[in-house]
Nanobody
Framework: EVQLEESGGGLVQRGESLRLSCSAS????????LAWFRQVPGHAREGIAV??????TYKLSVKDRFTIFRDDAGNTLFLQMNSLQPGDTAKYYC???????????????????WGQGTQVTVSS
């Protein structure tokens, strides 16, 4: 099973940017569903971006501000976050699963590999 590790979180001010990285122990190129989730204490984990065969889909609240992409070598997944708002404060997780057809969705129970998470805090 692939192992994932996030990095790049931190404390930023409203309007600033961060890039999160998710390093994989195995190749996670074509054939994988790759996603970013986030969670605030006391709330359910929510999916915010998914990469399906190279095509991204975003939760409406982050669309046009966040970009999910993978490096050409297929070992690292990224989340570029621009125009960060206090409402984006959360612990961010990357997730992966083998794509067995049927599409890739932001449903956390479908993913089999998770990182440990990285905290993003946006101050006002």
């Amino acid at each position: 099973e692939v192992q994932l590790e996030e990095s790049g979180g931190g404390l930023v001010q409203r309007g600033e940017s961060l890039r999160l990285s998710c390093s994989a122990s195995l190749y996670i190129g074509s054939g994988y569903c790759l996603a970013w989730f986030r969670q605030v204490p006391g709330h359910a984990r929510e999916g915010i971006a998914v990469l399906d065969n190279g095509y991204p889909t975003y939760k409406l609240s982050v669309k046009d501000r966040f970009t999910i992409f993978r490096d050409d070598a297929g070992n690292t997944l990224f989340l570029q976050m621009n125009s960060l708002q206090p409402g984006d404060t959360a612990k961010y997780y990357c997730a992966a699963r083998i794509d067995r057809g049927g599409g890739c969705f932001l449903l956390d129970h479908q993913y089999t590999a998770w990182g440990q998470g990285t905290q993003v805090t946006v101050s006002s």
